[in-house]
């Protein structure tokens, strides 16, 4: 049974920083492209940002602008992504999402419960 667990998320005040994790099970972690999804209060879901099967290759969303650090370590079957600089802007809930492939290409086809995320004095 494939199962993805996100953590770490928290309060922290604008200009701070945060790391969340996503602990994957019940598939093989490194055949996947793996990302992290997030969706503000009363709006839809964004994309954040994204890695390949061995983690070489990293993808960020244009609002990202260098802030986020997004790893993964398939021996441990975890991603992380380090959060830098957050902005009110960023408060939602943080979501570990697998694609359907070793791509970017591939649709979403695996969700974890989401983790809050709140940027806020």
């Known amino acids: 049974q494939v199962q993805l667990v996100e953590s770490g998320g928290g309060l922290v005040q604008p200009g701070g920083s945060l790391r969340v994790t996503c602990e994957a099970s019940?598939?093989?972690?490194?055949?996947?492209?793996m990302n992290w999804v997030r969706q503000a209060p009363g709006k839809g879901l964004e994309w954040v940002s994204g890695?390949?099967?061995?983690?070489?290759?990293?993808y960020y969303g244009d609002f990202v602008k260098g802030r986020f650090t997004i790893s993964r370590d398939n021996a441990k079957n975890t991603r992380t992504l380090q959060m830098a600089s957050l902005k009110p802007g960023g408060t939602g809930l943080y979501y570990c999402?697998?694609?359907?492939?070793?791509?970017?290409?591939?649709?979403?086809?695996?969700w974890g419960q989401g983790t809050q995320v709140t940027v806020s004095s």
């Open positions: 019940g598939f093989t972690f490194n055949n996947y492209f």
């Open positions: 890695t390949n099967s061995n983690g070489d290759t990293t």
């Open positions: 999402a697998r694609r359907s492939s070793i791509t970017i290409l591939g649709k979403y086809d695996y």
